[in-house]
């Protein structure tokens, strides 16, 4: 088996054990605990009377019934296999479920379907003690079993619910059972939501997907863009903050801000780069949906350019969808800025649909002008009705819209017949806004090339200075290097002028020598004169007849010639020498001429260098000065990496409020183009509308299902879906078929969730933070330690820190390193929406101080309130007392605070308890409901990522008795760092200040953090 076979078999084991949930508490949820009863009239009775309380109508025959058996607490099973695999229970915080072993859907006739048939792993190992080998086989063959059993008369369909009655019931319950008004189209939720896509996955072949599992080798961006890191490349960030690489459009929010310098890094790479994915890291408070808003402006900005660019606006390629229909295909430049928002967290995904066409998402004035745009208005408004079944005017259009569950699809296939019957009936075309665009577009793009062209001159006087300096540095080492000659020239020089001056001495010495030699020549020549005088007579005899004076005489001449001969031999020599001395100081003197002579050469060479580079130098100060008269400067705020880090990271280079208005004009032109542009081709948003509902019809022919759903993504912009019901609503969507798909909370994803989205989409951007709430667990870390061994996968793949977020930040070339191994995407570093010390608790926490206050008044207020009381199931009473107390002062003083407090807690227990305490004390109404009748100010600090209010009281709940849960809630920074950043102005602990001081240093850091601000005040 592969490593891909295995991780996905892994994830599949997972979703397995955690598929199955029965939530007793339901209200359209039966139990029922008899036995060996006329069970077939019963239900034919039961379903009849829920066809009058529901309003269904019988003659349809689409209603049916579902039966539960075997109902059982999850932990019976994490029982058997922490047993059978030797783990221990932990302190962790995870989903506790009730599970089924099997569930038979019926029909209205109690015929049973067999494509419902539900064998679950958990009733499984319940019952054998251990895995199953295939689940799917043991299904097959309970399934057969059954029908063995089932027939058309009465009796067996009793004998068999007995059969299982007697099988799986219990003292409590016999079965449970649910109406269903549409056997078709129900969604029970009670099959994972993956494990289909988790099955496709293994014979598929993805890029993206294996990029995904394995990561890619491609050179990673450094984004470090703190001044004083050694790793800040500030090139990169010029070249990313190009301004002909800023958004074409903007979502119509207050002009007067901009987004921060990292949010623009973000958006900037998001619509300019080639990379499938791209991911963010945003702490909380920095703007993550801001820059989505952007983005999705642009795209809407530039397919309304490539519809201005198309010769005829009518779409002339068709496909052929039956015998009298075609569907126009849908230009790829046009369908390449389609958008899907996806995310594990439903109430993320609500909150960027729900937001974006609201009115009070819109600047006022920017207001009537995108009313008057008129991008479907009545047909958003269609379903905000008040008592009087009047419009009330709260969206701006129909921009966004959510999808997934087979009701929000149906929405969404109303919505496009609404707008095709707005077309078919008196519908006013204008043609006029392509041109009106056309206009806007190109002012828009003369102000970005103005800006570039700045930019380009900067860039171009910065290069030319840069190269001027190159010149200076290069006209320094050649004329270094002339001088380095000379100077070793200069020394040869001193050398031989030295040598040239010892022989001059040495030739006076010997002229001296010469002289004196040449006087004693003289005088030997005077003396010999004398002595020829004195020769005596009969010199000429033989030596024995000479008388003594004659040999006197002749030894006194040859003395005096030995004399003499040495003489002229001593003066033959040093003449001789000097000539020597004389022929060796020429030779030196030769050497210093020539020496001089290239010493000379050399200083010629080296003026002439010089001259060549202050010349080359003269020419680019020229151009230099050419340029600086050239640009314009003065209403364009330049990028300034010389200013302090906060100054950097809350800047925005290049563009004005008057740009960015008309950023915000050209996205509200888009959409009177992109409305056109629908009309000319209203057969084909009709037609997309048709086959989408009949997609299983079509389900051979993909290319038709993805050009019909192109469309339907093209008339309404953004659609949004969770991961749970992306699998369901593309799943006759193939490889590369989706156009941009954006993850909000990828944290929070658990890594196979987004398998299916992943490999349906051709670009992805993941934006979330793992440093705030991690994926909820259904399965505690002992469990998926037992799984993890299994297929032999690590903890990337399988462990509470595995997120959609983590292995998708491992594909992204742009990103940062936290520390030396450890990659995340493109970090956002302004915080705007806490004050201190909140602020400052999160960022010293969870961001190494990296985080930059971008409030301007950030005094807060927080304290923690010491309780000490004995936890049950970790809820302390006394917590909730001094809760109230605080709350209801608050509440005295200012009413309105009412609606700008949360209550939240890490446990769920906590949590509930405190929401029942608070639904209704001294005459005061506080917790909330939504229309499932969920607390929605009260709850746990999951329940609330996204979310911010005034005031945030952070009750913790546990004794030293539960301090293993109090260990698991504050082990992580992760639900310290979210709980603090709910809060804007004030930050209340209420908890057992001894216990969480002594259980770990995030808690200790965030005591530590309030007394120390609260000392300073």
Same mark, same amino acid.
């Given at each position: 088996?592969?490593?891909? +076979?295995?991780?996905?078999?892994?994830?599949?084991?997972?979703?397995?054990?955690?598929?199955?949930?029965?939530?007793?508490?339901?209200?359209?949820?039966?139990?029922?605990?008899?036995?060996?009863?006329?069970?077939?009239?019963?239900?034919?009775?039961?379903?009849?009377?829920?066809?009058?309380?529901?309003?269904?109508?019988?003659?349809?025959?689409?209603?049916?019934?579902?039966?539960?058996?075997?109902?059982?607490?999850?932990?019976?099973?994490?029982?058997?296999?922490?047993?059978?695999?030797?783990?221990?229970?932990?302190?962790?915080?995870?989903?506790?479920?009730?599970?089924?072993?099997?569930?038979?859907?019926?029909?209205?006739?109690?015929?049973?379907?067999?494509?419902?048939?539900?064998?679950?792993?958990?009733?499984?190992?319940?019952?054998?003690?251990?895995?199953?080998?295939?689940?799917?086989?043991?299904?097959?063959?309970?399934?057969?079993?059954?029908?063995?059993?089932?027939?058309?008369?009465?009796?067996?369909?009793?004998?068999?619910?007995?059969?299982?009655?007697?099988?799986?019931?219990?003292?409590?319950?016999?079965?449970?059972?649910?109406? %269903?008004?549409?056997?078709?189209?129900?969604?029970?939720?009670?099959?994972?939501?993956?494990?289909?896509?988790?099955?496709?996955?293994?014979?598929?072949?993805?890029?993206?997907?294996?990029?995904?599992?394995?990561?890619?080798?491609?050179?990673?961006?450094?984004?470090?863009?703190?001044?004083?890191?050694?790793?800040?490349?500030?090139?990169?960030?010029?070249?990313?903050?190009?301004?002909?690489?800023?958004?074409?459009?903007?979502?119509?929010?207050?002009?007067?801000?901009?987004?921060?310098?990292?949010?623009?890094?973000?958006?900037?790479?998001?619509?300019?780069?080639?990379?499938?994915?791209?991911?963010?890291?945003?702490?909380?408070?920095?703007?993550?949906?801001?820059?989505?808003?952007?983005?999705?402006?642009?795209?809407?900005?530039?397919?309304?350019?490539?519809?201005?660019?198309?010769?005829?606006?009518?779409?002339?390629?068709?496909?052929?969808?039956?015998?009298?229909?075609?569907?126009?295909?849908?230009?790829?430049?046009?369908?390449?800025?389609?958008?899907?928002?996806?995310?594990?967290?439903?109430?993320?995904?609500?909150?960027?649909?729900?937001?974006?066409?609201?009115?009070?998402?819109?600047?006022?004035?920017?207001?009537?002008?995108?009313?008057?745009?008129?991008?479907?208005?009545?047909?958003?408004?269609?379903?905000?009705?008040?008592?009087?079944?009047?419009?009330?005017?709260?969206?701006?259009?129909?921009?966004?819209?959510?999808?997934?569950?087979?009701?929000?699809? @149906?929405?969404?296939?109303?919505?496009?017949?609404?707008?095709?019957?707005?077309?078919?009936?008196?519908?006013?075309?204008?043609?006029?806004?392509?041109?009106?665009?056309?206009?806007?577009?190109?002012?828009?793009?003369?102000?970005?090339?103005?800006?570039?062209?700045?930019? +380009?001159?900067?860039?171009? %006087?910065?290069?030319?200075?840069?190269?001027?300096?190159?010149?200076?540095?290069?006209?320094?080492?050649?004329?270094?290097?002339?001088?380095?000659?000379?100077?070793?020239?200069?020394?040869?020089?001193?050398?031989?002028?030295?040598?040239?001056?010892?022989?001059?001495?040495?030739?006076?010495?010997?002229?001296?020598?010469?002289?004196?030699?040449?006087?004693?020549?003289?005088?030997?020549?005077?003396?010999?004169?004398?002595?020829?005088?004195?020769?005596?007579?009969?010199?000429?005899?033989?030596?024995?007849?000479?008388?003594?004076?004659?040999?006197?005489?002749?030894?006194?001449?040859?003395?005096?010639?030995?004399? $003499?001969?040495?003489?002229?031999?001593?003066?033959?020599?040093?003449?001789?020498? %000097?000539?020597?001395?004389?022929?060796? *100081?020429?030779?030196?003197?030769?050497?210093?001429?020539?020496?001089?002579?290239?010493?000379?050469?050399?200083?010629?060479?080296?003026?002439?260098?010089?001259?060549?580079?202050?010349?080359?130098?003269?020419?680019?100060?020229?151009?230099?000065?050419?340029?600086?008269?050239?640009?314009?400067?003065?209403?364009?705020?330049? @990028?300034?990496?010389?200013?302090?880090?906060?100054?950097?990271?809350?800047?925005?280079?290049?563009?004005?409020?008057?740009?960015?208005?008309?950023?915000?004009?050209?996205?509200?032109?888009?959409?009177?183009? $992109?409305?056109?542009?629908?009309?000319?081709?209203?057969?084909?948003?009709?037609?997309?509308?048709?086959?989408?509902?009949? $997609? +299983?019809?079509?389900?051979?022919? *993909?290319?038709?299902?993805?050009?019909?759903?192109?469309?339907?993504?093209?008339?309404?912009?953004?659609?949004?879906?969770?991961?749970?019901?992306?699998?369901?609503?593309?799943?006759?969507?193939?490889?590369?078929?989706?156009?941009?798909?954006?993850?909000?909370e990828a944290g929070q994803a658990l890594p196979q969730a987004s398998v299916g989205a992943i490999f349906r989409s051709k670009k992805i951007m993941a934006v979330g933070d793992p440093e705030q709430i991690q994926p909820v667990l259904t399965l505690e870390s002992g469990i998926l330690s037992i799984i993890k061994n299994e297929y032999k996968v690590g903890d990337k793949y399988i462990s509470p820190d595995a997120s959609t977020q983590t292995l998708l930040d491992e594909v992204s070339p742009y990103g940062y390193y936290k520390d030396q191994d450890h990659w995340i995407g493109i970090p956002l570093w302004v915080h705007r929406r806490s004050d201190n010390p909140m602020f400052t608790i999160s960022n010293r926490i969870s961001y190494n101080d990296l985080m930059v206050q971008g409030k301007d008044k950030a005094n807060g207020k927080a304290k923690w309130y010491h309780v000490e009381g004995t936890a049950s199931n970790k809820y302390v009473k006394e917590e909730a007392e001094i809760l109230k107390?605080?709350?209801?002062?608050?509440?005295?003083?200012?009413?309105?605070?009412?609606?700008?407090?949360?209550?939240?807690?890490?446990?769920?227990?906590?949590?509930?308890?405190?929401?029942?305490?608070?639904?209704?004390?001294?005459?005061?109404?506080?917790?909330?409901?939504?229309?499932?009748?969920?607390?929605?100010?009260?709850?746990?600090?999951?329940?609330?990522?996204?979310?911010?209010?005034?005031?945030?009281?952070?009750?913790?709940?546990?004794?030293?008795?539960?301090?293993?849960?109090?260990?698991?809630?504050?082990?992580?920074?992760?639900?310290?760092?979210?709980?603090?950043?709910?809060?804007?102005?004030?930050?209340?602990?209420?908890?057992?200040?001894?216990?969480?001081?002594?259980?770990?240093?995030?808690?200790?850091?965030?005591?530590?953090?309030?007394?120390?601000?609260?000392?300073?005040?």
């Amino acid at each position: 088996m592969s490593k891909k +076979e295995n991780i996905l078999n892994a994830w599949i084991k997972v979703e397995q054990l955690s598929e199955g949930n029965i939530n007793l508490k339901e209200k359209n949820i039966h139990e029922y605990n008899l036995k060996n009863i006329d069970w077939k009239h019963y239900f034919l009775d039961f379903m009849k009377k829920s066809c009058s309380d529901y309003n269904v109508k019988i003659e349809k025959k689409k209603y049916g019934i579902v039966l539960f058996f075997g109902i059982f607490p999850f932990e019976e099973v994490a029982d058997i296999l922490r047993k059978r695999y030797g783990k221990k229970a932990s302190d962790e915080e995870v989903l506790k479920t009730q599970k089924f072993s099997i569930t038979l859907y019926f029909d209205y006739e109690l015929k049973l379907i067999d494509k419902n048939f539900f064998y679950t792993t958990s009733g499984y190992i319940r019952e054998h003690n251990e895995f199953p080998k295939k689940i799917s086989e043991e299904e097959s063959h309970f399934l057969k079993e059954l029908n063995s059993k089932l027939g058309e008369e009465c009796q067996y369909f009793n004998d068999t619910l007995n059969y299982l009655i007697e099988k799986y019931g219990d003292e409590k319950r016999s079965l449970c059972y649910k109406f %269903i008004k549409n056997v078709e189209y129900e969604e029970a939720n009670l099959h994972s939501f993956f494990i289909k896509d988790l099955e496709k996955a293994k014979k598929i072949n993805s890029d993206k997907l294996d990029f995904y599992l394995f990561g890619n080798d491609k050179e990673k961006i450094n984004l470090e863009s703190q001044p004083e890191s050694e790793n800040f490349q500030p090139e990169l960030f010029e070249t990313i903050l190009m301004p002909n690489k800023y958004p074409n459009g903007r979502f119509p929010s207050n002009p007067d801000y901009a987004l921060s310098f990292m949010q623009e890094v973000a958006t900037n790479i998001a619509i300019n780069s080639s990379a499938e994915v791209r991911t963010v890291n945003g702490p909380p408070g920095t703007g993550k949906t801001t820059l989505l808003k952007d983005i999705f402006a642009h795209y809407v900005v530039e397919q309304a350019h490539q519809i201005c660019n198309l010769k005829n606006k009518k779409i002339q390629d068709e496909q052929q969808y039956n015998e009298k229909y075609k569907i126009g295909i849908l230009p790829y430049e046009i369908a390449k800025g389609n958008i899907i928002v996806a995310s594990s967290n439903n109430s993320a995904v609500q909150n960027i649909v729900k937001e974006l066409p609201r009115i009070d998402s819109i600047y006022p004035d920017f207001l009537e002008e995108i009313k008057e745009a008129d991008y479907f208005t009545d047909i958003a408004n269609s379903d905000q009705l008040d008592d009087k079944k009047s419009i009330k005017e709260e969206l701006w259009g129909t921009f966004s819209l959510e999808g997934g569950a087979s009701s929000n699809v @149906l929405k969404i296939m109303n919505t496009l017949k609404q707008i095709s019957d707005v077309f078919d009936g008196d519908y006013q075309e204008e043609k006029s806004v392509y041109n009106d665009f056309k206009k806007m577009y190109q002012e828009l793009m003369d102000e970005k090339k103005k800006r570039q062209d700045y930019y +380009e001159d900067l860039k171009k %006087i910065k290069d030319i200075k840069s190269n001027i300096n190159f010149l200076k540095e290069e006209k320094q080492i050649e004329v270094s290097k002339f001088l380095n000659e000379i100077d070793e020239l200069n020394v040869k020089c001193d050398t031989y002028k030295a040598d040239v001056i010892k022989f001059e001495e040495n030739k006076k010495i010997y002229l001296e020598k010469i002289k004196y030699l040449n006087d004693q020549v003289a005088n030997y020549n005077k003396e010999y004169e004398l002595l020829q005088i004195k020769k005596p007579a009969f010199l000429w005899l033989k030596k024995m007849f000479q008388t003594i004076e004659a040999k006197k005489y002749i030894e006194e001449i040859e003395i005096f010639n030995n004399k $003499r001969n040495d003489c002229l031999n001593e003066l033959s020599n040093l003449n001789q020498e %000097i000539s020597n001395n004389e022929k060796e *100081k020429n030779k030196y003197q030769e050497k210093y001429d020539f020496s001089n002579s290239e010493i000379e050469k050399l200083k010629q060479g080296m003026n002439s260098k010089e001259k060549e580079y202050n010349d080359k130098i003269s020419l680019l100060e020229m151009k230099i000065n050419s340029l600086n008269e050239k640009i314009d400067p003065k209403d364009i705020q330049k @990028l300034n990496f010389e200013v302090s880090n906060d100054e950097l990271q809350k800047s925005n280079p290049w563009f004005d409020k008057k740009f960015r208005i008309l950023q915000t004009k050209l996205f509200i032109s888009a959409l009177k183009v $992109r409305k056109q542009f629908l009309y000319e081709n209203k057969k084909s948003v009709k037609s997309a509308q048709i086959i989408w509902k009949n $997609r +299983e019809e079509y389900a051979s022919n *993909k290319d038709l299902i993805v050009n019909a759903w192109q469309w339907i993504n093209f008339t309404i912009p953004v659609i949004s879906t969770t991961f749970a019901s992306f699998g369901s609503m593309f799943y006759y969507m193939p490889e590369n078929s989706i156009s941009n798909l954006f993850i909000d909370e990828a944290g929070q994803a658990l890594p196979q969730a987004s398998v299916g989205a992943i490999f349906r989409s051709k670009k992805i951007m993941a934006v979330g933070d793992p440093e705030q709430i991690q994926p909820v667990l259904t399965l505690e870390s002992g469990i998926l330690s037992i799984i993890k061994n299994e297929y032999k996968v690590g903890d990337k793949y399988i462990s509470p820190d595995a997120s959609t977020q983590t292995l998708l930040d491992e594909v992204s070339p742009y990103g940062y390193y936290k520390d030396q191994d450890h990659w995340i995407g493109i970090p956002l570093w302004v915080h705007r929406r806490s004050d201190n010390p909140m602020f400052t608790i999160s960022n010293r926490i969870s961001y190494n101080d990296l985080m930059v206050q971008g409030k301007d008044k950030a005094n807060g207020k927080a304290k923690w309130y010491h309780v000490e009381g004995t936890a049950s199931n970790k809820y302390v009473k006394e917590e909730a007392e001094i809760l109230k107390k605080l709350i209801k002062d608050k509440i005295e003083k200012n009413s309105k605070l009412k609606e700008e407090i949360f209550v939240i807690s890490p446990f769920k227990h906590v949590a509930n308890e405190l929401a029942k305490e608070l639904k209704n004390f001294d005459g005061i109404k506080f917790t909330k409901y939504d229309k499932n009748k969920k607390p929605i100010n009260v709850g746990t600090v999951h329940t609330f990522q996204g979310k911010e209010a005034k005031i945030v009281y952070f009750v913790m709940g546990a004794d030293f008795k539960s301090k293993g849960a109090a260990s698991w809630a504050v082990s992580k920074p992760n639900i310290i760092n979210v709980a603090v950043t709910r809060a804007k102005e004030e930050f209340y602990v209420i908890g057992n200040r001894k216990l969480y001081k002594s259980i770990g240093t995030n808690a200790g850091k965030m005591i530590e953090l309030i007394d120390q601000y609260n000392e300073n005040k």
